[in-house]
């Protein structure tokens, strides 16, 4: 069992849609909690970076963290084609000095 | 503020050759790690570097190494390449070292293709 499991999709929603995307992990040491957007032939863009439980919003970005659960989940509203990318959850452990990936959530905005 | 830069963008080698990677860090950052993505097993970590010394080490061979410059510059070097070893080689930088505990920001990349 991968310690983040994480549905490579594809995700395919109509453009101002609510887009849920999820992360299950297994390591209760982690407290670091990222979510990362890469388009096609670039490197990984941070969205959000939230420590231990909570919500975090950024504009049309809510990140949200249940440690109890073991799941993080990144919701976009009002989703637009330019969101159109992949979108990989991380998380670290107390001392950041173990990293684990997601392997990424394909993403599709209709217009 | 300038972003991680990385050179070359692309790269294309044949088995049995080396290869070596640049990685400029965001002004000020510090550390900065390098990873490898591939299709099949997504984004692996290599390794760290801070103050010029590796901090961190990921499940890759002996022949990836690395190393890091007094002005934070970092390469990577892969010996005797793999048809294998073709991937996206990312670059990140960060204040610190710890990668989580600091936001991380990754570089655009050098594609390799080994044939």
């Known amino acids: 069992q991968k310690e983040v499991e994480q549905d490579p999709g594809p995700l395919s929603v109509p453009e101002g849609a609510i887009v849920s995307l999820n992360c299950t992990y297994s390591n209760s040491a982690f407290q670091y909690f990222m979510w990362y957007r890469q388009y096609s032939r670039k490197g990984p863009e941070l969205l959000m970076y939230?420590?231990?439980?909570g919500n975090k919003e950024d504009g049309r970005f809510t990140a949200q963290v249940d440690k109890s659960s073991k799941y993080i989940s990144l919701f976009i509203r009002d989703s637009q084609p330019s969101d159109s990318a992949t979108y990989l959850c991380a998380m670290s452990d107390t001392g950041g000095f173990k990293t684990i990936f997601g392997a990424g959530t394909r993403l599709f905005v209709k217009a | 503020k300038a972003g991680v830069t990385q050179t070359p963008r692309y790269l294309i080698k044949t088995r049995g050759q080396q290869v070596t990677l640049s990685c400029s860090p965001i002004s000020g950052h510090r550390s900065v790690s390098w990873y490898q993505q591939t299709p099949g097993q997504g984004l692996q970590f290599l390794f760290e570097?801070?103050?010029?010394?590796?901090?961190n080490k990921g499940n890759f061979p002996g022949r990836f190494s690395g190393r890091q410059f007094s002005n934070s510059r970092s390469e990577m070097n892969v010996s005797t390449l793999e048809l294998g070893d073709s991937a996206l080689y990312l670059c990140a930088s960060s204040l610190r070292p710890g990668q989580g505990a600091y936001e991380q920001y990754f570089g655009p990349g050098t594609r390799l293709t080994v044939t």
């Open positions: 570097y801070f103050s010029e010394t590796q901090r």
């Open positions: 939230t420590y231990s439980s």
